[in-house]
């Protein structure tokens, strides 16, 4: 048994699991990865983030190629053809999967294939095969949620996991859930030509956002139809009924994305069996990733508290470093999200909402893009904007929010900011390149005096 004895034993090869199994590896700890899928990686790499950004990438360059009269440019004969897409975004996960398991052999973590379950705090089966250990991280992720309303089981109803994969563009696509996963999808396919309708249970979409973007960002995605304060009822063959105002209504469909949020991944684990605490809403952790059994961790989506792989990077960092090296715990005031629509949307820290919430004393500046030189030069006349949330007693930045363009490439930035309690005069001293999108953030600060 001695060749089974780990420092460290991973369950789930997502982006928590695997960042903290080559963590561990890095520093010379004996680590043994865990995965029940065939390929690394987890949902982002091989049914999320990677595969979702590389179809909207090409949705992307087909729509600039009909839209780009005003650029000087004029194509005729261009076409979206979806299979060479799909290759495309096969590819592209292929490759990033080969790169994990690279790493994984470059810091000698052993990986094994098959369903884990915890016996008992310090071993771990698989099958038959028990493997023994000084600690436990659980990263098995999330999976999405399926309503049960009538007709949820048809062919034609799918959940983001099953569109990646579909063979032909579908004339009507209708998207119930207007969250970050569903006005994805509904951006893809409708700078494809497919009647996009989205049908959500509350007033606005990305209800957890700025309520002022979220609404601009619903004006931006014009191609799509949006049904808000509407319950869906039932799912028919080529329709989707639902209730808006007491009223009884239908639209087309033949294919229902159900992009309704996720779960955690917690069942048939055996945290039961080592009494670790933990609800459907995912495993109980504190700031340093540790659950209420010594020496067992859980990082990611299992915990329900950031759904974000990202997110996930970190927690494993924060397992990994409070394990084997020095006291480390996790801060969710400062990571940042993106929406990879066109326009993207992004932002970090608090929204005016939740900071007028806490009961803070806030100034609000909000800048439209058409003052940006390097926007305008690009996206003439799309829309967008920058809003920046500021401390009124403190002058410290708490929250920003940015609509149009390619915004997820300078969010980072304002994320460091909040980090590290930036103030307002700390933003006015930094020189931003010109002309650059990200000189809008330093402008929409300006604009607080």
């Known amino acids: 048994m001695s060749d089974r004895k780990y420092d460290l034993i991973i369950i ?29 990686g987890g949902v982002c790499l091989n049914k999320g983030c990677i595969p979702t950004k590389a179809l909207l990438n090409s949705a992307k360059i087909f729509y600039s190629a009909q839209n780009s009269q005003q650029l000087g440019i004029s194509v005729s004969g261009v076409e979206y053809d979806l299979k060479k897409a799909m290759e495309w975004k096969a590819k592209a996960v292929s490759t990033l999967t080969k790169g994990v398991e690279y790493q994984m052999k470059r810091h000698k973590v052993e990986v094994i294939s098959g369903i884990a379950k915890i016996e008992k705090p310090n071993e771990v089966a698989v099958g038959s095969e028990k493997y023994t ?14 309503l049960s309303i009538a007709g949820s089981d048809k062919p034609h109803v799918l959940t983001s996991d099953e569109l990646l994969e579909i063979k032909k563009l579908p004339k009507d696509l209708v998207i119930i859930g207007g ?26 979409i990305l209800p957890n956002f700025d309520k002022e973007i979220s609404a601009l960002m619903r004006t931006a995605l014009k191609q799509c139809r949006f049904i808000l ?30 992009a309704v949020g996720r779960k955690p991944n917690v069942e048939n684990l055996g945290l039961e069996n080592i009494n ?43 397992a990994v470093n409070n394990i084997f090296l020095q006291k480390d715990k996790m801060r969710y005031n400062a990571i940042p999200w993106v929406v990879y629509s066109y326009p993207e949307l992004s932002g970090v820290g608090l929204t005016e909402e939740q900071a007028k919430k806490e009961g803070r004393n806030v100034k609000v500046s909000s800048l439209q893009m058409r003052t940006n030189g390097r926007f305008v030069a690009e996206h003439g006349n799309e829309k967008g904007i920058c809003k920046v949330i500021v401390d009124a007693d403190s002058n410290v ?37 010109h002309p650059t999108v990200s000189e809008i953030i330093k402008d929409a600060i300006w604009e607080l005096n």
């Open 12 to 40: 789930g090869a997502g982006p928590g699991g695997y960042l903290a199994a080559e963590r561990a590896g890095a520093i010379g700890k004996k680590t043994l990865l865990i995965e029940k899928d065939k390929a690394l």
């Open 133 to 146: 250990t000084e600690n436990i991280i659980v990263a098995t992720g999330s999976s999405p949620v399926k």
């Open 179 to 204: 969250g970050v996963i569903g006005i994805e999808f509904a951006s893809y396919f409708s700078m494809l030509g497919t009647n996009v309708t989205i049908v959500e249970l509350l007033p606005e």
């Open 229 to 258: 304060g509407a319950k869906v009822i039932s799912i028919e063959d080529n329709k989707v009924s639902f209730i808006t105002d007491d009223k009884m209504e239908y639209c087309q469909a033949d294919i229902v994305l159900m």
């Open 276 to 318: 670790v605490d933990f609800d459907n809403r995912g495993i109980k952790v504190n700031d340093r990733m540790q659950t209420n059994i010594p020496k067992v961790y859980a990082v990611g989506d299992v915990t329900g508290k950031s759904l974000l792989a990202h997110s996930a990077y970190r927690m494993g960092e924060v």
């Open 397 to 433: 930045l708490l929250g920003v929010t940015l609509l149009g363009g390619l915004n997820s490439e300078i969010i980072y930035g304002a994320a460091a900011m909040i980090e590290d309690e930036f103030r307002v005069k700390d933003i006015k001293d930094i020189i931003f390149p």
